[in-house]
């Protein structure tokens, strides 16, 4: 069963501050790794992917891959209210015609003014 | 344009009526296709997805099933809907972006069903 676990959260940062949201998996052979946006009562948007080890980042948003740890991170820098939302790890582990994502149950984000 | 059609937006439907939940894409031909559910404090589960006409992968056992009649156009289905099938249901694309086969994911609007 392949599985991709969140903080069960909610968490709670000040406007401003840095929010550190993490999340593992269970699949070694994973190749490609997501990060989701979900407002109350909206679909999921994509705010990140990366597929290499490392750092990537994307204004306010840097995402961070360690396949050895098998862990993804997401950071978001100067936060802000209206980063307010629940946030959903995704995981591929093929790329080809078959790929599909497999998600977490996400961590909800609320950012204090 | 990747647009992503799913109508309708809220539907409340009655224990033991049928379903028919429509997704229409716009864009690149032959596209992968999704249907994910999103139960209330859950995540989201993938129920099916299609890599072209007529090709349907299930992914969990239900009363649920789901036919690509036309290349742009995703349909789920149901002959009689039970309790535990409310949810936000969502259809998706897999989008390809850029060089190195960098793709991603793009979400409908999605339908919140509710059965009652």
């Known amino acids: 069963q392949k599985e991709v676990e969140q903080n069960s959260g909610p968490l709670s940062v000040p406007e401003g501050a840095i929010a550190s949201l993490n999340c593992t998996y269970s699949d070694r052979g994973s190749q490609s790794f997501f990060w989701y946006r979900q407002y109350s009562g909206k679909s999921p948007e994509l705010i990140m992917f990366?597929?290499?080890?490392g750092d990537k980042e994307d204004g306010r948003f840097t995402a961070q891959l360690n396949k050895a740890s098998q862990y993804v991170s997401l950071l978001i820098r100067d936060s802000q209210p209206s980063d307010s939302a629940t946030y959903l790890c995704?995981?591929?582990?093929?790329?080809?015609?078959?790929?599909?994502?497999?998600f977490g149950k996400g961590i909800t984000l609320s950012v204090r003014p | 344009s990747q647009t992503i059609h799913q109508w309708p937006a809220t539907l409340v439907q009655p224990v033991g009526s049928p379903l028919s939940l429509e997704c229409t894409v716009e864009?690149?031909?032959?596209?992968?296709l999704y249907w994910y559910r999103q139960a209330a404090g859950r995540g989201l589960q993938l129920l099916f997805y299609?890599?072209?006409?007529?090709?349907i992968s299930s992914e969990v056992p239900q009363n649920l099933s789901a036919s690509r009649p036309q290349d742009r156009q995703f349909i789920l289905s149901s002959k009689k809907l039970l309790l535990s099938d409310s949810g936000f249901y969502l259809c998706a694309r897999k989008d390809f972006r850029g060089t190195g086969g960098n793709y991603g994911y793009t979400f409908g609007s999605g339908t919140r069903l509710t059965v009652v």
């Open positions: 995704a995981v591929n582990m093929y790329t080809g015609a078959n790929s599909k994502l497999t």
């Open positions: 299609s890599v072209g006409i007529g090709q």
């Open positions: 864009g690149t031909s032959n596209p992968n």
């Open positions: 990366i597929y290499s080890n």
